[in-house]
């Protein structure tokens, strides 16, 4: 059973950092295109970070500079570092995968998902 688990949300003061973590299991993450979404309500999904299936990152423009991703595909594991988390920050931060290695700018096509970790971010 594929399944994708994001933990280390919680609540934090702006200017504030969390990890967090996202774990397959049913599924080797080597290899494979891998992602961080998050969600407000009222608002589209944004795409925060992407990995591709070796190491090319990119970032959203509203967290360039202050997130990280990153991978450990030994773990199944894939990380997002938040530093210096603003307000407009918090949200329901979801990891997201794609069975291929290189990532596209099709949500659609990433194909398992995780349930969601809360980040809320106090001003």
């Known amino acids: 059973q594929v399944q994708l688990v994001e933990s280390g949300g919680g609540s934090v003061q702006a200017g504030g950092s969390l990890r967090l973590s996202c774990v397959a299991s049913?599924?080797?993450?080597?290899?494979?295109?891998m992602a961080w979404f998050r969600q407000v309500p009222g608002k589209a999904r944004e795409r925060v970070a992407i990995?591709?299936?070796?190491?090319?990152?990119e970032t959203a423009d509203s967290v360039k500079g202050r997130f990280t991703i990153s991978r450990d595909d030994d773990k199944s594991t894939v990380y997002l570092q938040m530093n210096s988390l603003k307000f407009e920050d918090t949200g329901i931060y979801y990891c997201?995968?794609?069975?291929?290695?290189?990532?596209?700018?099709?949500?659609?096509?990433?194909?398992?998902w995780g349930q969601g970790t809360q980040v809320t971010v106090s001003s």
């Open positions: 997201a995968s794609r069975n291929h290695y290189w990532c596209t700018r099709a949500d659609a096509d990433f194909v398992y």
């Open positions: 049913g599924f080797t993450t080597r290899g494979a295109c």
């Open positions: 990995i591709s299936g070796g190491h090319d990152k």
